[in-house]
């Protein structure tokens, strides 16, 4: 199965960070926040905690896996805590991420993901601790419905705020949710325009 179907569902392997109050700060350092940009952030996603002083690869896990293999990131309780900052998501996608999932997840950097493209998946800790069971399984992710699927079967509903979720099943941000319906909008507008006159 390919672990990139369609906006709607995927299929992919997971990245266990078990560490709880994972901090915007771990996840991007705040020297890397100069940019106004994307591109590029995902070498710097945990810089920290991927390499040492000279820029050597320390032994962590993100360092030793195939990033396009490996879109779903689980990660401990209170996920995201610490500063806002739109960096966090931005790195976490550009190192190729589509999906986090924890027990609890911060709401600004929830809403900052969402806002970008990344969907943040809260399950319960029956659910979050078969994750952590076997650790290289492959879950798929099913928007339409809105069900996280694990390898043994077990199916988790998680819920995503409505607006945000048909964002991220059309692929566009909220100003690109309004572009697209820009034709609809302005035959509206003449037709008001008209019935003024």
């Not at 915007?24 to 710097?44: E, N, S």
């Not at 309780?77 to 999932?101: K, Q, T």
């Not at 911060?106 to 069971?133: C, E, M, R, W």
């Not at 809105?146 to 059309?170: H, I, N, S």
Request: hydrophobic fraction near 40%.
């Amino acid at each position: 199965m390919s672990n990139q179907e369609s906006n709607n569902s995927f299929s992919s392997r997971i990245v266990v960070l078990p560490e709880a109050n994972i901090d915007t700060d771990q996840i991007i350092p705040a020297r890397f926040l100069t940019t106004t940009t994307k591109a590029g952030l995902g070498k710097v996603a945990f810089n920290d905690w991927r390499y040492n002083a000279d820029g050597s690869n320390k032994d962590f896990i993100l360092n030793t896996i195939d990033a396009s293999e490996h879109q779903v990131l689980v990660a401990g309780n209170n996920l995201g805590c610490g500063s806002s900052r739109e960096h966090a998501p931005w790195a976490l996608m550009d190192y190729g991420f589509r999906a986090v999932i924890s027990t609890e997840i911060a709401d600004i950097f929830k809403s900052n993901s969402l806002k970008n493209g990344l969907l943040p998946v809260v399950v319960d800790k029956a659910t979050y601790d078969k994750l952590l069971a076997n650790p290289q399984q492959r879950v798929t992710i099913d928007l339409e419905t809105c069900a996280l699927t694990l390898e043994d079967g077990t199916v988790f509903t998680f819920q995503v705020e409505e607006f945000a979720r048909q964002c991220l099943l059309e692929g566009v941000d909220a100003m690109g949710w309004v572009l697209k319906r820009l034709p609809a909008i302005e035959a509206y507008e003449k037709a008001n325009n008209k019935e003024a006159a």
